[in-house]
């Protein structure tokens, strides 16, 4: 493997200029044979998501093939207007110079994914390389083999190794990768592989876009639409099993209402499930990818039970076929295990609190997180959340829609990812914004030395001037 590595290494980088000065219309036929592709082969994709954790076709769809396609087409929708020089301002002491902003291609680029979403996550950050221009080496997860092999065959159908190509493996495949001298390394996982990943890069002084997780909360006030809400936590919390990095990790609910939402979110998983011995035989139901990460989530929930919490509604796991059914954990304290680390499956704790100001005195304790859902129909509340907090995203009543959106920036801050993506964002993470000045006059001479009386009196008057 490592010599394939460095064989590919050295012809992407023959093709950096070449790919450079590739236009848009080349670049956007590039992204519409993905597109062709997968749809074209979605049958396959859905055995492939359902093998490595049974994930329903309908998820696949939603969550992987959806936000794919939509990407696309907003790419190639925008491409060309992206890549036209942008013309800037003249400052008055600059007169008589024309600048300019060209977005040019980083080089080479990696892109490690991870395995909750492999296919969404693997190809998105792709899909925003590849229309920057540059050349792209590949790494999906060896955790989910089956979607991996898929993403490897439909690159090596559609493009030639010199401009992407994948590399399936385990960590040692990923560690001899982040060797190289790469331009660019985008990263999604946790933030501890996120530290190895930019350490790493820093050996090269290589710029990094990771998309990581850490804990997301969930507040619902009293003023908040119950029902609905209970929906849409349960939905934003148990889709694909709980392995999503902007689910909702942990909630609070307002003491006044406690009771209520706790009875309307057992109403929703119900509804969307069924009760009982009935959630392990749904189909819409996924698993955990595996189980050692299945060993790692059930003793978080031990030890929360042996230190006082309470199993409201779930608590069913069977090793054997890595299920785990929606749990709501009740009595939590935020010095369980449970509330330190992002849980990454299908378990929610649940606390109350009483008003906005504590409630952001919780939240400034820990970690700036991806994502903040906050439920209310009192403005005055969601404000104070949002002007008192700092997360990557912040979503008012809904949760998880803010990742398909075209115009806002995704990404973490802090311990929960550095950079951006979604849309122009994308492009530009994988673009250089390279300055552009062209000098039509010669009135800087007036600076050059030697400083006479009258050029210093003039330099003084420049001063004053700005």
């Known amino acids: 493997m490592e010599q394939q590595i460095n064989a590919i290494y050295a012809l992407q980088k023959s093709s950096l200029q070449r790919l450079k000065n590739a236009s848009a219309a080349s670049r956007i036929e590039k992204l519409r044979s993905i597109e062709t592709y997968m749809l074209a082969h979605k049958q ?99 955790m989910s083999e089956h979607t991996s092999a898929f993403i490897n065959k439909m690159i090596t159908a559609l493009f030639d190794s010199s401009e992407v190509a994948v590399f399936e493996g385990d960590a040692s495949v990923a560690s001899y990768l982040l060797e190289q001298k790469f331009d660019h390394i985008f ?11 930019m350490e790493a890069a820093s050996k090269h002084l290589c710029s990094v876009t990771l998309e990581l997780g850490g804990k997301s909360p969930a507040i619902v006030d009293e003023s908040a639409d119950i029902s609905s809400s209970a929906q849409k936590i349960a939905w934003g919390k148990f889709l694909n099993n709980g392995q999503t990095c902007i689910a909702p990790d942990y909630l609070y609910v307002h003491e006044k209402v406690n009771f209520q939402f706790l009875q309307a979110l057992e109403l929703s998983i119900a509804s969307f499930y069924g009760t009982g011995s009935e959630i392990a035989t749904s189909k819409d139901y996924a698993r955990i990818v595996n189980k050692r990460h299945f060993n790692r989530i059930k003793h978080l929930v031990d030890e929360a039970v042996l230190q006082g919490a309470k199993i409201l509604i779930g608590g069913d796991f069977d090793e054997s076929t890595c299920f ?52 209310s129909q009192n403005q005055i509340f969601s404000d104070f959340i949002v002007q008192n907090t700092s997360s990557g995203s912040c ?43 062209v000098q039509r006059t010669n009135l800087v001479r007036y600076f050059y030395p030697p400083y006479t009386a009258k050029r210093k009196w003039l330099i003084e008057q420049v001063l004053k001037w700005f």
Request: proline fraction near 7%.
């Open 324 to 375: 785990m059914s929606p749990t709501i954990l009740t009595n939590c304290t935020i010095d369980m295990q449970i509330m330190q680390e992002e849980i990454f499956g299908p378990i929610l704790p649940v606390m109350t609190f009483k008003n906005e100001v504590e409630i952001t005195g919780y939240l400034s304790r820990e970690e700036k997180p991806l994502a903040l859902y906050i439920f």
């Open 187 to 197: 990263f999604t996982g946790s933030p501890m592989i996120g530290k190895k990943v």
């Open 395 to 437: 979503l008012i009543n809904d949760c998880l829609i803010q990742f398909g959106h075209d115009e806002l920036p995704f990404g973490g801050v802090n311990n929960s990812g550095i950079g951006k993506s979604g849309g122009k964002f994308g492009f530009l993470e994988f673009s250089h914004a390279k300055s552009v000045l």
């Open 44 to 142: 396959s994709l859905f055995d492939a998501l359902y093998a490595d954790f049974r994930k329903p076709s309908s998820e696949v769809i939603i969550a992987e093939l959806l936000g794919v396609k939509k990407e696309i087409n907003y790419m190639i929708k925008h491409l060309k207007s992206w890549m036209k020089p942008q013309k800037v301002g003249t400052p008055l002491m600059l007169m008589g110079t024309q600048g300019q902003i060209q977005l040019e291609p980083k080089g080479m680029c990696l892109i490690i994914a991870p395995w909750n979403y492999p296919f969404n996550l693997a190809i998105n950050p792709l899909v925003h390389a590849i229309a920057a221009g540059n050349a792209i080496m590949l790494k999906p997860s060896e």
